[in-house]
């Protein structure tokens, strides 16, 4: 294996986190759809041109939750007679959809490690420091494409969803970089990093395309309008939920336990749910001024740390967290008391008992 790139994924795919250990023995198969997604996740994203071919395998083979494809493959069980995911061409439609879902996320990740100007990705060197940010960015454009292609096949419907989620994408991402704290260049106009504006980034990075595999497992299994609806608002509550777990995690959490690096957020002057409450409670406090310059030094991070760890911040944040699963849940009821029901409410749940 060339040095620096990822170890392969295995060849057995695990279904993710113990909240779903218990789903194929509550026939809600989904292992082998995801076995499916991994297998033609290679094929979608294969390019006649040697170079091209690597770089865009490269975080395919770098693994991941696949928590996306998960949710599309848990949504079509949805369906009226809860067995539409086992069909042979709903069940088809339902890998084709997580594949496109995870090319998507997939391509993400390549242009967000530009923008971060990050170093590692997934315990290796990130595209643009193995190569370039050109190579990075391109690659990110390259799996745009294929996904888009793949979308073609499953109808107009699907490629109209896609488009519209790649837009919000691209507004979240946009919001983001105009609400930091660091580097921002002159001619850029600035949005405060308000609560209003963190929830509107993301809605934008984070919960849209998990609202959208949703509305992809639930559309493809046949489920009425009202009900697509209803799953979609579903997976975005639930994604607002795990960003929000995110944001507590890298403040609460140290790196032995999460094996990310505390602070990151705080590092690139993003200001996360945690630390906006805590900015309003002691406006013009010590916090505020270690965070006034943008994007802070070691020093300011750890000192930062430790003060949000100190005050309710945190909890307050796991509170707002537990209203979005919450409203997720509620979105659950219409499909009444069913496994699959049972199943994407803990995992909904599962949010909330990751931040602690």
């Given at each position: 294996?060339?040095?620096?790139?990822?170890?392969?994924?295995?060849?057995?795919?695990?279904?993710?986190?113990?909240?779903?250990?218990?789903?194929?023995?509550?026939g809600?198969?989904?292992?082998?759809?995801?076995?499916?997604?991994?297998?033609?996740?290679?094929?979608?994203?294969?390019?006649?041109?040697?170079?091209?071919?690597?770089?865009?395998?490269?975080?395919?083979?770098?693994?991941?939750?696949?928590?996306?494809?998960?949710m599309?493959?848990?949504?079509?069980?949805?369906?009226?007679?809860?067995?539409?995911?086992?069909?042979?061409?709903?069940?088809?439609?339902?890998?084709?959809?997580?594949?496109?879902?995870?090319?998507?996320?997939?391509?993400?990740?390549?242009?967000?490690?530009?923008?971060?100007?990050?170093?590692?990705?997934?315990?290796?060197?990130?595209?643009?420091?193995?190569?370039?940010?050109?190579?990075?960015?391109?690659?990110?454009?390259?799996?745009?494409?294929?996904?888009?292609?793949?979308s073609?096949?499953?109808?107009?419907?699907?490629?109209?969803?896609?488009?519209?989620?790649?837009?919000?994408?691209?507004?979240?991402?946009?919001?983001?970089?105009?609400g930091?704290?660091?580097?921002?260049?002159?001619?850029?106009?600035?949005?405060?990093?308000?609560?209003?504006?963190?929830?509107?980034?993301?809605?934008?990075?984070?919960?849209?395309?998990?609202?959208?595999?949703?509305?992809?497992?639930?559309?493809?299994?046949?489920?009425?309008?009202?009900?697509?609806?209803a799953?979609?608002?579903?997976?975005?509550?639930?994604?607002?939920?795990?960003?929000l777990?995110?944001?507590?995690?890298?403040?609460?959490?140290?790196?032995?336990?999460?094996?990310?690096?505390?602070?990151?957020d705080?590092?690139?002057?993003?200001?996360?749910?945690?630390?906006?409450?805590?900015?309003?409670?002691?406006?013009?406090?010590?916090?505020?001024?270690?965070?006034?310059?943008?994007?802070?030094?070691?020093?300011?991070?750890?000192?930062?740390?430790?003060?949000?760890?100190?005050?309710?911040?945190?909890d307050?944040?796991?509170?707002?967290?537990?209203?979005?699963v919450?409203?997720?849940?509620?979105?659950?009821?219409?499909?009444?008391?069913?496994?699959?029901?049972s199943?994407?409410?803990?995992?909904?749940?599962?949010?909330?008992?990751?931040?602690?």
């Amino acid at each position: 294996m060339a040095a620096g790139r990822p170890e392969p994924r295995a060849a057995r795919l695990a279904i993710p986190d113990p909240v779903l250990e218990q789903l194929e023995g509550h026939g809600l198969p989904v292992a082998d759809t995801l076995e499916r997604v991994e297998g033609k996740l290679h094929e979608q994203a294969r390019s006649s041109h040697a170079f091209v071919d690597e770089a865009a395998r490269y975080l395919i083979e770098a693994g991941g939750k696949r928590f996306r494809p998960l949710m599309v493959a848990l949504a079509g069980h949805l369906g009226p007679d809860g067995t539409a995911a086992g069909e042979d061409r709903q069940r088809a439609e339902l890998v084709d959809a997580g594949v496109i879902v995870e090319l998507v996320h997939l391509a993400t990740l390549y242009h967000d490690d530009v923008i971060d100007e990050a170093t590692a990705r997934r315990g290796a060197p990130s595209a643009n420091s193995r190569w370039d940010n050109t190579v990075a960015i391109l690659t990110g454009d390259y799996l745009f494409a294929c996904a888009s292609a793949l979308s073609a096949d499953l109808g107009v419907e699907v490629t109209r969803i896609m488009a519209s989620t790649l837009a919000e994408l691209c507004e979240g991402q946009i919001r983001e970089v105009q609400g930091s704290m660091s580097a921002l260049l002159p001619d850029v106009p600035t949005l405060d990093p308000t609560l209003e504006h963190y929830l509107e980034v993301i809605s934008g990075k984070t919960a849209s395309l998990i609202a959208t595999s949703c509305r992809y497992g639930a559309l493809l299994s046949g489920v009425d309008r009202d009900g697509v609806e209803a799953a979609a608002r579903y997976g975005w509550n639930v994604g607002v939920a795990f960003q929000l777990s995110d944001d507590i995690l890298d403040i609460a959490s140290d790196h032995e336990t999460s094996g990310k690096t505390p602070g990151t957020d705080l590092r690139e002057g993003v200001r996360t749910l945690p630390v906006l409450y805590a900015l309003k409670d002691d406006p013009g406090g010590e916090l505020e001024g270690l965070l006034a310059g943008g994007a802070p030094d070691d020093a300011d991070v750890a000192r930062a740390l430790e003060l949000l760890r100190s005050c309710d911040a945190l909890d307050r944040a796991r509170t707002t967290a537990g209203e979005y699963v919450t409203a997720a849940v509620s979105e659950l009821e219409r499909f009444g008391d069913r496994p699959i029901v049972s199943a994407l409410t803990r995992l909904a749940e599962y949010a909330l008992d990751r931040a602690g």
